[in-house]
């Protein structure tokens, strides 16, 4: 496609449900990244995934966060047993590789656990 | 890890004038800037970067700077527009894939 495509563009969740956000990076690029981001607060990185390097999960929470990603394309991140203060929101973002490349972010996937 | 701050956090110009916005950083090994513009309800946006080879860097109304010796980079607008309201994010990286993003500047233009 274009451009980052994410869904869904927004999530209203009980708390302790399980959700699953998707991510369709733009088409040739190898790296893909999720940030989160709080309302009025910056981005803070969760996790990477190039090629089919094992990822960096450096970011990642807790252990009810989760990200898959099937070759170079689709990538789902899976939050388990929701919690209030998971509500943010969720940004894909992708380049063609690592090393500075420029970083191309979706519209994100706006997460409220209620 | 690298620790980006961004300064101010939020920002008011009356239409015409400019806005800067300054972001310093820690880690010595980064080399690669970008400036992303997030607009309400809408995912980041990058308007310019800037790499460490360069110290300055301009499109149009938009500039950046670059102090290597002081680790520290700005972002110029000038002539702001009423569309230029936005969030305003700073970040770094030293060439490997983890961007470390400042807090945000909110910009505020005054018609």
């Known amino acids: 496609g274009a451009g980052v495509s994410q869904s869904p563009s927004n999530k209203v969740t009980e708390k302790g449900k399980d959700v699953e956000l998707r991510c369709d990076p733009i088409s040739g690029h190898t790296a893909l990244y999720w940030y989160r981001q709080r309302l009025g607060q910056g981005l803070e990185f969760l996790i990477y995934f190039q090629g089919n390097s094992a990822p960096d999960k450096s970011g990642l929470p807790s252990d009810r966060f989760s990200a898959e990603r099937t070759g170079e394309s689709v990538s789902t991140l899976t939050i388990q047993c929701t919690q209030q203060e998971d509500s943010a929101v969720y940004l894909c973002?992708?380049?063609?590789?690592?090393?500075?490349?420029?970083?191309?972010f979706g519209e994100g996937s706006w997460l409220t656990v209620v | 890890g690298e620790n980006v701050e961004q300064h101010p956090s939020t920002l008011s110009v009356q239409e015409g004038d400019s806005a800067v916005i300054k972001c310093t950083y820690s880690d010595s090994a980064s080399n690669y800037f970008p400036w992303y513009k997030q607009e309400l309800g809408k995912g980041p946006q990058l308007i310019i970067d800037?790499?460490?080879?360069?110290g300055e860097k301009k499109d149009q109304r938009i500039a950046v700077t670059l102090n290597k010796t002081a680790k520290h980079f700005s972002l110029h607008i000038t002539e702001t527009q009423p569309e230029d309201s936005a969030v305003y994010f700073c970040a770094a990286s030293s060439g490997n894939y983890k961007l470390s993003f400042g807090a945000g500047t909110t910009v505020t233009v005054r018609a």
């Open positions: 973002a992708s380049s063609l590789a690592q090393g500075g490349n420029t970083i191309y």
């Open positions: 800037i790499r460490s080879n360069v």
